[in-house]
T-cell receptor, first 113, second 117 residues
């Protein structure tokens, strides 16, 4: 089974500063990769996904992520955060041949005014 | 709005009881997934159905069961409830099977918050 590691459980950052949320996965096989965001009292919403092709993926709300196969990582970045980005962020992995999503434990991003 | 609906939004019950959570997937989606989100366990995959058939099982307890009906809505049944079952239960849907040619992202419902007293 896959394992997904989000190294930082909490990330505080000042408004307009850049942020990187880290995600590593365990698989040596081909995978699909995702980042989801969960705002307070809401369900999860897809930020971006990597299925194939370019390793730099752009998503909604100015977020982007880079797939690094050799390091089995899929870190999420934003060059300038806003207060509204305060939320829980989840990295997820699905194998090409699998039906299951494996989620990380989440990173709580708090943007400080 | 993801198009996935879940009822009820909140549920408060006592230990030992049984509850049923309901999920309606997005129009056209054939796969339904159930997840449990608690503070200490994070987001845990429970089970997946595709077009009425069970396709994948995760960390689902034997006290829990699910099914997907011909109209594609799904129900998650939780029985002999314990305090530790208190959590947010999410349903998600997707067009097809992960890894297959019709693969799509999962769309999440707003969740059902279960409180066991």
């Amino acid at each position: 089974a896959q394992s997904v590691t989000q190294l930082d459980s909490q990330v505080p950052v000042f408004e307009e500063a850049p942020v990187e949320l880290r995600c590593n996965y365990s698989s040596s096989v081909s995978v699909y990769l995702f980042w989801y965001v969960q705002y307070p009292n809401q369900g999860l919403q897809l930020l971006l996904k990597y299925l194939s092709g370019s390793t730099l993926v752009k998503g909604i709300n100015g977020f982007e992520a880079e797939f690094n196969k050799s390091q089995t990582s899929f870190h999420l970045r934003k060059p300038s955060v806003h207060i509204s980005d305060t939320a829980e962020y989840f990295c997820a992995v699905s194998e090409y041949t699998g039906n299951q999503f494996y989620f990380g434990t989440g990173t709580s991003l708090t943007v400080i005014p | 709005d993801s198009g996935v609906t879940q009822t009820p939004k909140h549920l408060i019950t006592a230990t030992g009881q049984r509850v049923t959570l309901r999920c309606s997937p997005r129009s056209g989606d054939l796969s339904v997934y159930w997840y449990q989100q608690s503070l200490d366990q994070g987001l845990q995959f429970l089970i997946q159905y595709y077009n009425g058939e069970e396709r994948a099982k995760g960390n689902i307890l034997e006290r829990f069961s699910a099914q997907q009906f011909p109209d594609l809505h799904s129900e998650l049944n939780l029985s002999s409830l314990e305090l530790g079952d208190s959590a947010l239960y999410f349903c998600a849907s997707s067009l097809g099977l992960a890894g297959g040619p019709s693969y799509n992202e999962q769309f999440f419902g707003p969740g059902t918050r279960l409180t066991v007293l």
